[in-house]
């Protein structure tokens, strides 16, 4: 039916308003089923993110035990020399 | 001189997420996602987040620690210490401009922020509802009337707001990188985190607006999230996205890539960077995308789109608005806006950092000098930003030359220094040293390959979009109808027919016909500036709103001139600095046996 607005429209100036959609009024947004999904997946997504990355980076442990070397790791440069 | 250190592990995540965490989360995220198809916004949003977003932390982080334990932590010697090339330091300059000028309008904002929650403490900030009260009183506030009005609006209170702001930013650069920036962020990241939970759950409790029960949260997430497909067949949109994710993110301020540099060579960065973006994006899709938008349309309604495109007027009058009309308006208000202030000081004491380790490791400087030297330049800038407050014109200039810009351009400069200089394969090992989880090795390749062309092109399109000027058709009508009175205005007749078609040409106004153009007549406002386009072609009259291009903005206005002149004389002052700095690092063969220093070889 667009075509039949415009040509009404480029005939009759007053017309013009018609053959514009009306604005969208607020009852027209209800969230949909896909806007709740897109929704609930994007903010469950980035949260389980989050979460993950928080749940890593706090059960590490504290920077000055993890650099400290336990005694089998200890590199005394001597081997080489052994013989 | 010491070297600074961060505190602890959680300590430069919080400073690295709250740098990225600012205003655009709250503010600039939602009004994008709505005019650019809801929910289906989303869908290049995180693909953006994916291919370019995250793998530019993870580069910034790793060049920021390689060159930070060879010694260097501003962008000059990291670019250097990367790419043993004259050139390097000179374009590490840009690394430091960038926060610099951004910092330079940035904390007038904040002022805003500050200022409008001691309003709302006070009560002042309670007024009617309605457009026009809160539209006056931001554009009293900032000066948009004329040149300077904003310091002297309230005998200079303003000033003293942004003079306190100002020095807080200052107190904590001076305390250094742990004991000011990462103390601030620890306490001040949680804090921001209740502060919008706080607001989170009033909004998403509020009862419908009592005259319009349409107008209910549920709608509002509806105008939020609700998707609009068509819109993805728009480069538009995607630009939109990528943009946002960009911006957000903090990717191409040179901030990053100095925060890492104070990390030692075994501390993790993968983990890291990851950690701070999600914590970003937490921030602007959980809390932003909630609170916002569904706030604004249950009081006023279908969110028009000159709100949903400026972030002052979505959040500094529509909000208002919606607080004036709430149960608690005054406390929430409060909230609102003392948690906007935090976000923004986050940020703006990371744009300190960059331009402060420059000097302190350029010239020898002890920290009050640099800090004093950065204080007299960056208060020269924000001044002239308060002075130049018209139609925020010198504001508007700065953040598009150089937040938009400048940072396209930092960005492909480290893409470009990393993928093909540092080398991929050298970058993934650097990476992985100390790390905690593990980059898959495609991540490296699309740094390579596929990042510089994303950003390329993203960096044209921005340019296609913004630079020049266009006439956007609005309407056509019959060309009898164009006439004009004696006074050289629209006729009544053609000025309701105007109106009708939600065209609105300024109530002072001139129509002039275009000498080069026969045919063509322009409709220009008080200042002279074409706002619409009539066009006769043949029996038709094309009505065209006029959207001046960037250049033409220049071109046009004495304010904007100067702020571009302001820029460039910043950037020639850096490099002339950054010239001195690298005369001295020579001198002293800063750049001699870098890896066998201590601490690369630990």
Same mark, same amino acid.
Request: proline fraction near 5%; hydrophobic fraction near 50%; include cysteine.
């Given at each position: 039916?667009?075509?039949?607005?415009?040509?009404?429209?480029?005939?009759?100036?007053?017309?013009?308003?018609?053959?514009?959609?009306?604005?969208?009024?607020?009852?027209?947004?209800?969230?949909?089923?896909?806007?709740?999904?897109?929704?609930?997946?994007?903010?469950?997504?980035?949260?389980?993110?989050?979460?993950?990355?928080?749940?890593?980076?706090?059960?590490?442990?504290?920077?000055?035990?993890?650099?400290?070397?336990?005694?089998?790791?200890?590199?005394?440069?001597?081997?080489?020399?052994?013989? | &001189?010491?070297?600074?250190?961060?505190?602890?592990?959680?300590?430069?995540?919080?400073?690295?997420?709250?740098?990225?965490? *600012?205003?655009?989360?709250?503010?600039?995220?939602?009004?994008?996602?709505?005019?650019?198809?809801?929910?289906?916004?989303?869908?290049?949003?995180?693909?953006?987040?994916?291919?370019?977003?995250?793998?530019?932390?993870?580069?910034?982080?790793?060049?920021?620690?390689?060159?930070?334990?060879?010694?260097?932590?501003?962008?000059?010697?990291?670019?250097?210490?990367?790419?043993?090339?004259?050139?390097?330091?000179?374009?590490?300059?840009?690394?430091?401009? =960038?926060?610099?000028?951004?910092?330079?309008?940035?904390?007038?904002?904040?002022?805003?922020?500050?200022?409008?929650?001691?309003?709302?403490?006070?009560?002042?900030?309670?007024?009617?509802?309605?457009?026009?009260?809160?539209?006056?009183?931001?554009?009293?506030?900032?000066?948009?009337?004329?040149?300077?009005?904003?310091?002297?609006?309230?005998?200079?209170?303003?000033?003293?707001?942004?003079?306190?702001?100002?020095?807080?930013?200052?107190?904590?650069?001076?305390? *250094?990188?742990?004991?000011?920036?990462?103390?601030?962020?620890?306490?001040?990241?949680?804090?921001?985190?209740?502060?919008?939970?706080?607001?989170?759950?009033? =909004?998403?409790?509020?009862?419908?607006?009592?005259?319009?029960?349409?107008?209910?949260?549920?709608?509002?997430?509806?105008?939020?999230?609700?998707?609009?497909?068509?819109?993805?067949?728009?480069?538009?949109?995607?630009?939109?996205?990528?943009?946002?994710?960009?911006?957000?993110?903090?990717?191409?301020?040179?901030?990053?890539?100095?925060?890492?540099?104070?990390?030692?060579?075994?501390?993790?960065?993968?983990?890291?960077?990851?950690?701070?973006?999600? &914590?970003?994006?937490?921030?602007?899709?959980?809390?932003?995308?909630?609170?916002?938008?569904?706030?604004?349309?249950?009081?006023?309604?279908?969110?028009?789109?000159?709100?949903?495109?400026?972030?002052?007027?979505?959040?500094?009058?529509?909000?208002?608005?919606?607080?004036?009309?709430?149960?608690?308006?005054?406390?929430?208000?409060?909230?609102?806006?003392?948690?906007?202030?935090?976000?923004?000081?986050?940020?703006?004491?990371?744009?300190?950092?960059?331009?402060?380790?420059?000097?302190?490791?350029?010239?020898?400087?002890?920290?009050?000098?640099?800090?004093?030297?950065?204080?007299?330049?960056?208060?020269?800038?924000?001044?002239?930003?308060?002075?130049?407050?018209?139609?925020?014109?010198?504001?508007?200039?700065?953040?598009?030359?150089?937040?938009?810009?400048?940072?396209?351009?930092?960005?492909?400069?480290?893409?470009?220094?990393?993928?093909?200089?540092?080398?991929?394969?050298?970058?993934?090992?650097?990476?992985?040293?100390?790390?905690?989880?593990?980059?898959?090795?495609?991540?490296?390749?699309?740094?390579?390959?596929? =990042?510089?062309?994303?950003?390329?092109?993203?960096?044209?399109?921005?340019?296609?979009?913004?630079?020049?000027?266009?006439?956007?058709?609005?309407?056509?009508?019959?060309?009898?109808?164009?006439?004009?009175?004696?006074?050289?205005?629209?006729?009544?007749?053609?000025?309701?027919?105007?109106?009708?078609?939600?065209?609105?040409?300024?109530?002072?106004?001139?129509?002039?016909?275009?000498?080069?153009?026969?045919?063509?007549?322009?409709?220009?406002?008080?200042?002279?500036?074409?706002?619409?386009?009539?066009?006769?072609?043949? *029996?038709?009259?094309?009505?065209?709103?006029?959207?001046?291009?960037?250049?033409?903005?220049?071109?046009?206005?004495?304010?904007?001139?100067?702020?571009?002149?302001?820029?460039?004389?910043?950037?020639?002052?850096?490099?002339?600095?950054?010239?001195?700095?690298?005369?001295?690092?020579?001198?002293?063969?800063?750049?001699?046996?870098?890896?066998?220093?201590?601490?690369?070889?630990?």
């Amino acid at each position: 039916m667009n075509w039949l607005w415009n040509s009404i429209a480029q005939a009759i100036p007053a017309a013009a308003l018609l053959a514009q959609s009306p604005p969208k009024q607020p009852a027209d947004y209800a969230l949909t089923p896909l806007g709740w999904t897109i929704m609930i997946v994007s903010v469950g997504c980035v949260l389980s993110l989050v979460i993950y990355c928080l749940v890593r980076v706090l059960s590490l442990p504290p920077i000055e035990d993890e650099h400290l070397k336990g005694p089998l790791e200890i590199d005394t440069g001597d081997t080489e020399d052994a013989d | &001189m010491e070297k600074e250190r961060w505190g602890s592990r959680i300590g430069v995540i919080l400073a690295v997420a709250g740098s990225a965490v *600012g205003l655009g989360n709250f503010l600039r995220f939602p009004g994008q996602a709505a005019m650019n198809g809801g929910g289906a916004f989303l869908l290049p949003y995180f693909i953006s987040l994916l291919v370019l977003g995250i793998p530019l932390c993870w580069a910034e982080w790793t060049m920021g620690r390689y060159a930070g334990v060879r010694g260097f932590n501003s962008a000059p010697g990291v670019f250097t210490v990367i790419w043993r090339h004259p050139l390097a330091k000179y374009l590490g300059g840009i690394a430091l401009i =960038v926060p610099l000028v951004i910092y330079m309008y940035y904390v007038l904002i904040e002022s805003w922020c500050l200022a409008y929650a001691l309003n709302y403490a006070t009560g002042d900030l309670m007024r009617e509802a309605g457009q026009g009260e809160y539209q006056k009183f931001f554009d009293e506030h900032v000066g948009m009337a004329e040149n300077g009005a904003a310091l002297v609006k309230d005998g200079g209170q303003w000033v003293v707001v942004l003079a306190a702001t100002f020095l807080f930013n200052f107190v904590l650069i001076y305390r *250094g990188v742990a004991k000011g920036i990462e103390t601030f962020c620890r306490v001040a990241m949680p804090l921001m985190l209740v502060l919008a939970l706080i607001v989170l759950v009033r =909004v998403l409790t509020l009862d419908p607006h009592p005259d319009h029960p349409d107008q209910s949260v549920l709608n509002g997430l509806g105008f939020m999230w609700n998707p609009q497909p068509e819109k993805l067949a728009s480069p538009g949109t995607w630009l939109a996205a990528s943009g946002q994710i960009f911006f957000s993110l903090s990717v191409g301020f040179g901030i990053i890539i100095n925060y890492a540099s104070y990390l030692s060579q075994k501390d993790d960065v993968v983990l890291s960077g990851l950690t701070s973006s999600s &914590m970003n994006e937490f921030f602007e899709v959980c809390l932003g995308g909630l609170i916002t938008i569904p706030a604004a349309f249950v009081f006023i309604g279908v969110v028009q789109p000159e709100f949903l495109q400026s972030s002052f007027k979505l959040g500094f009058v529509a909000l208002p608005n919606v607080f004036a009309s709430m149960w608690g308006g005054q406390l929430f208000g409060f909230l609102w806006f003392l948690m906007l202030f935090i976000a923004a000081i986050t940020s703006s004491v990371s744009m300190l950092q960059p331009v402060i380790a420059f000097l302190e490791e350029g010239f020898g400087l002890k920290r009050h000098a640099s800090a004093a030297i950065l204080g007299l330049i960056s208060a020269l800038g924000s001044g002239f930003v308060l002075y130049f407050s018209k139609d925020l014109v010198a504001l508007d200039t700065f953040d598009f030359w150089v937040s938009t810009v400048l940072i396209f351009v930092l960005a492909m400069v480290q893409a470009f220094l990393y993928g093909w200089v540092l080398g991929i394969d050298r970058g993934q090992e650097e990476a992985h040293r100390g790390a905690h989880i593990r980059i898959p090795r495609f991540v490296q390749y699309m740094l390579k390959y596929v =990042v510089p062309v994303y950003l390329l092109a993203i960096f044209i399109g921005f340019c296609w979009q913004d630079l020049p000027s266009r006439d956007i058709e609005k309407f056509q009508t019959d060309s009898s109808h164009m006439a004009t009175d004696r006074d050289q205005r629209l006729s009544g007749h053609l000025l309701a027919l105007l109106k009708a078609n939600d065209v609105a040409p300024p109530d002072e106004h001139t129509v002039v016909a275009d000498p080069n153009r026969p045919g063509e007549w322009r409709i220009k406002d008080a200042n002279g500036r074409t706002t619409h386009v009539l066009v006769r072609d043949g *029996g038709q009259l094309s009505v065209r709103q006029h959207k001046a291009g960037k250049v033409e903005g220049i071109l046009a206005s004495d304010a904007a001139l100067m702020s571009v002149l302001f820029i460039v004389a910043v950037l020639v002052f850096l490099m002339l600095l950054i010239h001195i700095a690298g005369r001295r690092w020579k001198a002293q063969g800063r750049f001699d046996n870098l890896d066998a220093l201590p601490e690369v070889q630990r």
